[in-house]
């Protein structure tokens, strides 16, 4: 199984997205709207005898919901587009920290790369990127276990389980 700890981009932001993206007529393969999420942590391919593990270590999270805005438009070397926060919220980075080392404790080995949350528009984009995005904002308040799979008509993300976080008082 191909999993990964990720927020699910609630329906409404995600149509509003994907129609702003659809709008700017780019080359790539663009990510279906239901497919948008931004990654906390990525345990890839595991054993259908790990779920069981992942899911106690999730349960285990002590985390704040949060407000996340994602202001900045930005494409990687490799084609990547995608949205990314201006400024990476502390709850975020605590959420994704503790996902992190609880993984790395129960031996679950991840990519050592710094944590720079986004969420992917499109794959294979060679057109530069030169619109100012504007600002997709939801709060966050849960987190999810996605498996992914392959499928005739593309690649799909079924949630496992999911999380709530803690609401502020």
Known sequence: MRLF???????QVAARIVSWRDGLALDGSPVRAENLHVTLAFPG????DKLPALIRLAASIEASAFL?????????A???????????????LNLASQLQQKLDA????????????????????????????PAFCWKVEEFALFH????PGGVHYEAL????????E
């Open 5 to 11: 700890f990720a927020l699910p981009c609630p329906d």
């Open 45 to 48: 391919l595991q054993p259908a």
């Open 68 to 76: 996340l805005q994602l202001d900045q438009l930005r494409c990687w």
């Open 78 to 92: 490799d084609g990547l587009l995608h949205l990314a926060p201006g400024k990476r919220p502390g709850a975020l």
């Open 106 to 133: 129960e031996g679950f080995k991840l990519d050592q790369r710094e944590y720079l949350p986004h969420l992917s528009l499109a794959r294979n984009c060679t057109v530069p990127v030169s619109v100012a995005p």
């Open 148 to 151: 992914s799979q392959s499928r």
């Open 161 to 168: 389980a999911s999380w709530k976080l803690q609401l502020a």
